[in-house]
């Protein structure tokens, strides 16, 4: 799934495991990377006011129409399945989705389990960041390239998360899972306490 040069990255995990933390670093080395661009936020609970150019409203069906033929702008949605069950489809998706890479429209999605992204960006999503998440074992891999690996990842992180607690801020589990090239990348986890989940 080789594609230019914007990117798609879903970042998955419960509330309070550190996707906010991850997401507010991304976004601040977009935004010194493209200075003249914009970055337009589905902002749910006022996490990003400060980071944001352009917020899109929960009730709007319109904000992908909005969006779909902008260029040199970050999209971050966090809180996705919101913006996605609104009563009325969403207008401009399948335009969006067409346009992101052409257009330059780098993508963060923020959900609490890859479920959330079947029928949307799924099959566009290059780089999964998994933090824990109460997800283990939905019946995706048609649904998601690499599905296999990515579920690896969701059930290590739960494990070790579920054996050894929380970390303290920020050194926050996670692993990073892309889609093509190179492996899985653990973050924050004591090699000691994996050895031991080996064991068990």
Request: glycine share 6%; hydrophobic share 35%.
């Amino acid at each position: 799934m080789k594609r230019g040069g914007a990117f798609c990255i879903c970042v998955i995990g419960n509330n309070g495991e550190g996707k906010t933390t991850y997401i507010r670093k991304r976004i601040i080395a977009w935004k010194r990377g493209h200075p003249n661009g914009k970055v337009i936020i589905h902002d749910y609970r006022d996490d990003y006011a400060d980071l944001a150019d352009e917020f899109i409203d929960s009730e709007d069906e319109h904000w992908a129409l909005r969006y779909a033929d902008r260029r040199n702008i970050l999209l971050v949605l966090d809180e996705f399945k919101i913006i996605h069950d609104l009563p009325t489809k969403t207008k401009g998706d399948k335009r969006l989705r067409a346009n992101f890479d052409e257009n330059g429209i780098d993508i963060i999605l923020a959900v609490h389990s890859p479920p959330e992204l079947v029928n949307y960006y799924g099959q566009f999503t290059q780089f999964y960041i998994v933090f824990y998440t109460k997800h283990t074992s939905a019946k995706l891999s048609d649904k998601f390239p690499e599905y296999d690996r990515l579920n690896k990842a969701i059930k290590l992180v739960n494990n070790y998360r579920t054996r050894f607690g929380k970390n303290e801020y920020p050194h926050f589990t996670r692993i990073d899972v892309p889609i093509e090239g190179n492996k899985v990348k653990l973050i924050n986890f004591d090699d000691d306490k994996l050895e031991q989940l080996k064991k068990r």
